[in-house]
């Protein structure tokens, strides 16, 4: 630990010390009469408003993760990594369609998690199964990559890092670990919705002020997008292609677009995401966040704009090559070169305290799922409210070590690849959920077929793709019919076929349908407002 | 994504709604619309400028589905849609 920077440090500390604070505060703030339930624990009493859940959603969904790879993506190859952007845009009206029913038929049988829906729309034990493990699967390796996003924050920082002690170099990540696990277990849902506040107001800041202050010193926008136009043109000696470009060229459209559109209709599909939504008070709480939730996505694009200030700076550049040409440090580089220490400090804060707040949802969401999809559904159908929280008090800390133990033991590579196979597996519940919210048409048979078809091509496709000096897993897009696409959405594409094709065959087979709990086929009895539903306090 | 306006409401309603999602969607999706460099705004290609206008843009669009939405009169009389704290 050499080359510390103690005012920085000092500044990462102290913030994450009040984050601690308002972590286990968050247990008393407007505490439940009965705080042993799922309702509460998991889903902070289903009463969050539309301030509330605006921070909670934002806080959620744009995680540190997201904040250090994408203008990694954009400072690696440039115009490629902003289909992030056209993602974030496109995810909010495709949510405005879907999500509001998906709200409305959760409260009205108290679900707390899409698996759930899907075995109660369905009937089917299975399809609730299929769904929660392809959430909790999809999640542990978000939920490492979260660290990722802290480590490189340390590494910058020259904390950890550079110790040849195993132990001493992970012990920051550790204590972090710990101390998140802690007020997670003790306040649930409540302690990530306020923290959330404190990330958001740093993220805002430090964003606002970079994009002022950075491109002024770098000598202006022209400036900036002249260098990464530069780097981008040159040949990469490994490919013997252009690095990337500045624009999208005609045969990477197929790409962009893809990848937008699948990472968008698989956001939702996580279960952290789902938490945010069914934590809402009120169906109108989701349609008027989704009108303001775009502001993060601002934020995102003005964020996937950093690739090309750091590719600007000549110290960001020789700071990448000096640790092995990784590019996930170009944005703690870009703070530390073009901040004075103590705003370097805020930034380096936003981030890491950005990676707490979605791993303690996602944490919480997947012991959800797994408290009611497969202990309640399983092994104990008579649970009590009480010991349902107590085991997804539980399930959330295994979710947590096991991430850690992902991020710590496993190489960064794996746990990257695992979260590009996580986004195609995530997206292949969508059929039993979304579609399920507007038709029964489908047999819950055909649905797990379709499911497990798509999860076999996409997992194989994506074996096979090789990519950044990797033989497998290189990339997330593959060629399909002549054009390079998201993995994912082309074994959604398959899923569909699937289910589609077995539909008929199994009725005609007179293999039988399962009960509908939802009732959500009656017209009498679609939720619109939830207002004839009970507040979910029965277990279905 | 037929029916993607909810069910239940006015047809010159759900009609509106489905056409300004459309237009928020495929703004989005059909690349070739923005996969060029000119014309600049200040030093920003068009890729950038138009991607980042377009996201107050579709939020514009989201808030004018929910304000229809709302405007609705078989909204409007569920007391529970308009309701404060419910328990």
Known sequence: ?540 | MAQSAPTGKRPVTRVAITVLLLVAIGGTLVVPIYARSMPKLGDFPFFYWYQLILVPAVAVLCWLCSVLLRAEPTAAARPADDGEMRK
Not at chain 1, 157 to 168: E, I, K, L, P, R
Not at chain 1, 218 to 225: D, K, S
Not at chain 1, 310 to 333: D, I, M
């Open chain 1, 1 to 540: 630990m050499s080359h510390v920077n103690t005012v920085a440090f000092t500044i990462v500390v102290v913030s994450f010390l009040a984050v601690t604070v308002i972590g286990f505060a968050a247990a008393r703030w407007h505490p439940a009469e009965d705080p042993m339930h799922l309702n509460e624990w998991g889903l902070g009493g289903r009463g969050f408003g539309t301030f509330v859940s605006w921070f909670l959603l934002g806080g959620d969904l744009y995680t540190a993760y997201t904040f250090i790879a994408v203008p990694a993506l954009v400072y690696a190859v440039g115009a490629a990594g902003f289909y992030a952007l056209s993602y974030t845009i496109l995810v909010w009206p495709i949510v405005f369609i879907f999500a509001p029913r998906l709200w409305s038929a959760a409260r009205a049988r108290g679900y707390v998690t899409p698996a759930e829906f899907a075995r109660g729309r369905y009937g089917s034990q299975g399809l609730g199964l299929a769904v929660a493990l392809t959430g909790i699967l999809a999640t542990m390796p978000y939920i490492a990559l979260q660290l990722v996003g802290i480590e490189s924050v340390l590494t910058v920082m020259g904390v950890g890092g550079s110790s040849g002690n195993a132990f001493v170099k992970d012990l920051p990540l550790i204590i972090a670990f710990i101390v998140l696990a802690a007020y997670t277990y003790l306040a649930g849902l409540r302690a990530p919705a306020l923290i959330a506040f404190v990330k958001d107001a740093l993220i805002y800041v430090t964003v606002i002020v970079a994009i002022i202050y950075i491109p002024a010193r770098l000598g202006g926008w022209g400036h900036i997008f002249g260098a990464a136009s530069e780097h981008l043109k040159t040949v990469n000696p490994t490919t013997g292609k252009p690095f990337g470009s500045l624009i999208v060229t005609p045969s990477g459209e197929w790409a962009y677009a893809s990848l937008a559109l699948g990472s968008a209709l698989a956001l939702f599909m996580y279960p952290h995401a789902a938490t945010g939504v069914f934590a809402a008070r009120e169906r109108k709480v989701i349609r008027r966040n989704v009108a303001m939730l775009p502001a993060y996505s601002l934020v995102l694009g003005l964020i996937a704009l950093f690739g090309y200030m750091a590719r600007a700076t000549p110290a960001v550049n020789a700071g990448v090559k000096a640790h092995g040409g990784n590019s996930q440090l170009s944005v703690p580089l870009l703070f530390e070169h073009m901040f004075p220490s103590w705003f370097a400090g805020i930034g380096y804060s936003a981030i890491i305290i950005g990676a707490l707040v979605p791993a303690a949802i996602m944490s919480i969401a997947a012991a959800n799922l797994f408290t009611r999809s497969i202990y309640n559904e399983f092994f104990n159908p008579d649970a009590t409210p009480a010991q349902e929280t107590r085991v997804a008090r539980l399930a959330s800390l295994v979710m947590k070590v096991g991430a850690l133990g992902f991020a710590l033991e496993l190489n960064k590579t794996f746990s990257i690849n695992l979260q590009l196979l996580g986004g195609i597996w995530i997206l292949q519940t969508f059929p039993a959920i979304v579609i399920g919210l507007y038709t029964s048409w489908f047999h819950r048979f055909a649905l797990i077929t379709g499911w497990a078809s798509g999860m076999v091509y996409g997992t194989v496709q994506a074996y096979r793709t090789p990519g950044g000096g990797q033989a497998h897993f290189g990339a997330s897009t593959a060629p399909v019919f002549g054009h390079v696409i998201y993995i994912a959405i082309a074994a959604f594409a398959v899923n569909l076929v699937v289910a589609v094709v077995l539909t008929p065959l199994f009725r005609a087979l007179r293999l039988p349908n399962g009960y509908d709990e939802t009732q959500l086929s009656q017209p009498s009895a679609d939720p619109a407002d939830g207002s004839a539903a009970t507040t979910g306090t029965q277990v279905p």
